[in-house]
């Protein structure tokens, strides 16, 4: 298990706490097992570069990333330090510490001991050697006999969006570049407009942070959960829409989603967190509810919600596999400012937005070209089975190249839609 860069950065940080040369950057607790970090966000009116980003920069001029003279890039540097922070195995954060709305707000990490990441290791190999089975053969032992070891040997506490930090969220990746256990094509996802049930607009999101989604009114730069960190998209313009009646009344719908929401996807699932005035109503294979039984439920505000689960969607994909349970959705549904009691009814509501995760479409589409293969007596079926053999093993590997199981206590769960 390769741990040397992992090994430097525990020094390191020890080292720098030792010095007591960085101001917020101190001890937790007694028996010095976590530490508390600065996370000033640059935004702050009381924000010093010189003093909240100095931990930061040390980290890159000790990484050679940055020298005297270089152009100052406080955003940059607290980036690669987070980043390795969360893919370094010696350390996790400990969210429930972490205070990040206060005037000097820092996060606290705990350090690991060997022993427990050990323990991780060989309860992550043995989660990334779950098999999925195409006609007997295990796709996971095809792409993990030599590299499992090393995908295996990473994890990551995830971080999430708060009021204090536009960064604040599951990261498994230094944007520049994009790290090696972190496959980005888990951050692509399709996202389909409908107004009265006719589609609209489709926008492909590919950015490693996600994106905002809201009407075209500019927020500006610099604003808490700007375009400056993440990707903009748009609601159409309700002037788009034919009948007079339901544009007015979609146009005064669009006025109560200003603030819009956030969306982020990553090997885990989707993410969401609702931050305009509208309510919001959901259907997908999320942390709550059923594939099979539908039951959408709303969205609470400034609430951070796991509405699609990568490893619930695999769960039913081996089950439709084996003819077991109907083909699970890789799209979750959202309804805007109209309660949704069933997906039946969905293209009578003004606006729906669809997102679909494309790497599990593009899985999903694999297992029905195996599954259609038997009836088909075509001189390419030798072809297309490698094919989707290889599509398979593709976007597997990159699952358990994945940094690791994330701990329930992250996540808040949503609340289940009431009379």
Same mark, same amino acid.
């Given at each position: 298990m390769s741990t040397?860069?992992?090994?430097? @950065?525990? #020094?390191?940080?020890?080292?720098?706490?030792?010095? +007591?040369?960085?101001?917020?950057?101190? %001890?937790?607790?007694?028996?010095?097992?976590?530490?508390?970090?600065?996370?000033?966000? +640059?935004?702050?009116?009381?924000?010093?570069?010189? =003093?909240?980003?100095?931990?930061?920069? +040390? %980290?890159?001029?000790?990484?050679?990333?940055?020298?005297?003279?270089?152009?100052?890039?406080?955003?940059? %540097?607290?980036?690669?330090?987070?980043?390795?922070?969360?893919?370094?195995?010696?350390?996790?954060? =400990?969210?429930?510490?972490? /205070?990040?709305?206060?005037?000097?707000?820092?996060?606290?990490?705990?350090?690991?001991?060997?022993?427990?990441?050990?323990?991780?290791?060989?309860?992550?190999?043995?989660?990334?050697?779950?098999?999925?089975?195409?006609?007997?053969?295990?796709?996971?032992?095809? =792409? @993990?006999?030599?590299?499992?070891?090393?995908?295996?040997?990473? /994890?990551?506490?995830?971080?999430? %969006?708060?009021?204090?930090?536009?960064?604040?969220?599951? @990261?498994?990746?230094?944007? @520049?570049?994009?790290?090696?256990?972190?496959?980005?094509?888990?951050?692509?996802?399709?996202?389909?407009?409908?107004?009265?049930?006719?589609?609209?607009?489709?926008?492909? =999101?590919?950015?490693?942070?996600?994106?905002?989604?809201?009407?075209? #009114?500019?927020?500006?730069?610099?604003?808490?959960?700007?375009?400056?960190?993440?990707?903009?998209?748009h609601f159409p313009s309700a002037e788009l829409i034919e009948f007079d009646r339901q544009r007015h009344v979609t146009r005064k719908l669009l006025g109560h989603l200003e603030r819009g929401v956030l969306v982020r996807a990553n090997q885990e699932g989707i993410f969401i967190k609702r931050l305009c005035q509208s309510r919001i109503f959901w259907s997908g294979l999320g942390e709550v509810g059923s594939q099979y039984s539908p039951m959408p439920c709303k969205l609470e505000r400034d609430a951070v919600v796991k509405i699609f689960d990568t490893g619930r969607f695999l769960q039913a994909l081996q089950l439709y596999q084996e003819g077991q349970f109907p083909a699970p959705d890789p799209t979750v549904t959202l309804c805007f400012g109209e309660e949704l009691h069933d997906l039946s009814n969905a293209k009578s509501k003004l606006i729906i937005v669809q997102i679909t995760v494309v790497n599990c479409q593009h899985l999903l589409e694999a297992v029905n070209m195996r599954r259609s293969q038997p009836y088909c007596n075509n001189s390419n079926l030798e072809m297309s089975d490698d094919a989707a053999t290889d599509q398979m093993a593709r976007i597997y590997q990159d699952l358990c190249s994945y940094s690791g199981p994330q701990r329930p206590a992250c996540y808040r769960d949503n609340m289940p839609i009431t009379a």
């Open positions: 040397s860069g992992g090994r430097r @950065l525990k #020094q390191w940080l020890m080292e720098q706490i030792q010095s +007591a040369q960085y101001s917020g950057l101190q %001890w937790e607790d007694e028996s010095r097992t976590m530490f508390r970090i600065p996370w000033k966000h +640059a935004g702050k009116q009381d924000y010093n570069q010189e =003093v909240d980003a100095s931990i930061f920069k +040390a %980290w890159a001029v000790f990484k050679g990333k940055f020298k005297e003279g270089d152009k100052a890039e406080p955003a940059t %540097w607290k980036t690669r330090l987070r980043c390795a922070l969360n893919k370094s195995p010696d350390f996790e954060e =400990v969210t429930e510490r972490s /205070q990040l709305d206060i005037s000097e707000p820092y996060k606290v990490y705990r350090i690991v001991p060997e022993e427990e990441q050990k323990r991780e290791f060989g309860f992550l190999c043995l989660m990334c050697s779950f098999p999925v089975k195409i006609h007997n053969t295990s796709i996971i032992q095809l =792409v @993990l006999n030599r590299d499992l070891e090393e995908s295996c040997s990473i /994890q990551a506490s995830p971080e999430y %969006w708060s009021q204090g930090s536009i960064n604040a969220f599951p @990261l498994h990746q230094d944007p @520049l570049p994009l790290g090696m256990f972190f496959s980005p094509a888990f951050s692509h996802i399709m996202i389909n407009f409908y107004y009265g049930g006719k589609l609209m607009q489709n926008t492909m =999101v590919t950015h490693p942070e996600g994106c905002r989604i809201s009407p075209q #009114q500019h927020l500006g730069r610099g604003a808490l959960y700007s375009s400056d960190s993440m990707q903009t998209v």
